[in-house]
């Protein structure tokens, strides 16, 4: 594989490092564990709109959503037990993050992705099987437990292996990832909705044991990064690791650091409670900021419910699958946008441009669905008026997948030093997931209540999070993770937290050289 480079830090240093075949292969693997948070992601909302999977299941909303056109659009699928069924993933997933975080330091990288692919698959196999909505349940739980391991550890697997001139790239590999199993959901929703019987939702819920395998055995046969085979007291492995991904002998600088990050982190009892030193408020802000903005963009009501969404706006139910079909496919060619220029524009270009195309994409959806249904919420839309509606809804997805759906991800996973990186992880993790629980929990009774002002509602927070970004994220592409204390230090703000003493007695430029 082509691609060579010295990373110029903001320190002064030079890590030699380039593109290898073996770490695009570990990168790509482990970039599978996206697979399962997309697919699942994008097959929950299309189950809950077949009126199969309804009628067994949730017959209540079903005779609600059958009932006369008449009838509020807002108000016709608001269920707190059908958005339970949705949520209860990521309430799962949130309790999992600690558990997880001890797991990935403990154990490693791989052993916690392992963890997360083997609950996965178990949660599959109960959710294709189920009988009751406590079965059902069941298995979102497991499958929470599975996206819990899988979130905390794949950023953190990506963001150590990956040279860091190319960290950006690589790292949203898992954001691709994501994007390839919401496609493939919607996909498989469209496939099987007109299955003679109504068991189609089956063959949905039951595959995402597929995903599940691939990211199961991946982990079986990638080696762990070097900083945590050196954590775990590997040493000899982690400089043969270190080689090989770097495609280069002279890793002596790099491996250097990675050692004294690891003596400083091994030196810390209690990671959670250091944490919350003064220090690292700017990686705390940041570990809670950016995934909780990342789900205040509301992009998880378009990818949960997109074709209840489009059901209830009007769309016929093929045509409502259909449409969520084509916004996966804008969602996976865009993040292959932020792949090819994260590393080139850098991280802030993303999120400012990103954030103000979302922001104009939802007023603009919001006064559209206002113009046709009103606060009564009754009335039909026409094809062309519809169309104009997709598209805006796709433009909103664009500018997520290569900005906040990506780096929402990415920048906690690489802002962290060391001797806090798991717990860090672990929060922003944690964060998310309980964004996500709340949000995908309330989004329909949000919706029977605000009407068209929800999407108003999302427009707001894509103001405040992008004014956010503008004053207070530091560009980080190129920046090699022991020596991100440098960029936080030099920021107009986060200097006044991160001093100079800090850079050079640790979490920053640990051994002596000049800066």
């Known amino acids: ?237 982690a400089k043969r690791v270190l080689v090989k991904i770097r495609g280069t002998d002279d890793v002596h600088d790099e491996y250097d650091d990675m050692v004294a990050a690891s003596e400083e982190a091994a030196s810390i009892e209690h990671p959670w409670r250091n944490i919350l030193q003064r220090k690292y408020r700017p990686q705390l802000t940041i570990a809670i900021l950016i995934p909780c903005f990342q789900q205040l963009t509301g992009i998880n009501v378009i990818m949960f419910y997109a074709p209840v969404l489009f059901l209830t706006i009007g769309f016929a139910g093929d045509a409502s699958l259909m449409s969520a079909v084509i916004t996966g496919l804008v969602n996976m060619f865009a993040t292959v946008v932020s792949i090819v220029s994260v590393d080139r524009l850098g991280r802030r270009v993303l999120f400012l441009q990103g954030g103000t195309q979302m922001f104009i994409s939802q007023v603009v959806v919001g006064t559209l669905i206002a113009l046709q249904f009103g606060v009564a919420g009754v009335g039909e839309m026409s094809r062309s008026y519809a169309i104009l509606l997709v598209l805006f809804i796709c433009l909103y997805v664009a500018g997520f997948a290569w900005s906040w759906g990506p780096l929402g991800w990415l920048v906690p996973s690489e802002v962290f030093a060391l001797e806090i990186r798991s717990a860090g992880q672990s929060i922003a993790v944690c964060v998310n997931m309980m964004l996500t629980f709340v949000i995908g929990q309330a989004f329909l009774t949000m919706l029977c209540h605000l009407k068209f002002g929800l999407f108003y509602f999302f427009a707001g927070w894509m103001l405040v999070m992008t004014t956010f970004v503008a004053l207070f994220l530091p560009e980080t592409k190129g920046v090699p993770i022991e020596e991100m204390n440098h960029v936080w230090s030099r920021h107009w703000f986060w200097g006044s937290y991160v001093t100079a003493h800090d850079v050079a007695g640790g979490g920053g430029n640990r051994r002596s050289h000049n800066v």
């Open 1 to 237: 594989m082509a691609g060579g480079a010295m990373v110029q830090t903001v320190g002064g240093k030079t890590y030699p490092g380039k593109m290898t075949a073996f770490v695009f292969f570990t990168c790509l693997v482990a970039s599978s564990g996206g697979l399962i948070f997309g697919y699942d992601i994008g097959i929950s909302g299309g189950v809950t709109s077949m009126d199969s999977f309804l009628s067994e299941f949730f017959p209540s909303v079903y005779a609600q959503a059958k009932a006369s056109k008449d009838t509020n659009q807002y108000c016709k699928f608001d269920s707190q037990l059908l958005t339970l069924f949705t949520s209860s993933l990521y309430l799962a997933a949130l309790a999992t993050s600690f558990v997880a975080a001890w797991v990935t330091r403990v154990f490693g990288r791989k052993w916690s992705m392992f963890c997360g692919g083997v609950t996965f698959l178990a949660g599959s196999a109960l959710n294709g099987a189920a009988t009751d909505v406590m079965m059902l349940i069941l298995g979102r739980i497991l499958l929470g437990v599975g996206v819990g391991f899988a979130n905390q550890s794949v950023p953190l697997y990506l963001s150590e292996m990956a040279p860091a001139n190319l960290r950006g790239m690589l790292n949203i590999g898992f954001q691709l990832m994501t994007t390839i199993g919401i496609l493939s959901a919607n996909l498989i929703n469209y496939a099987t909705s007109s299955i003679e019987g109504g068991w189609g939702w089956r063959i949905g819920l039951g595959l995402a044991g597929v995903p599940a395998l691939i990211i199961t055995l991946g982990a079986l046969v990638l080696p762990d990064t070097p900083n945590s085979l050196i954590a775990r007291g590997y040493a000899g492995d």
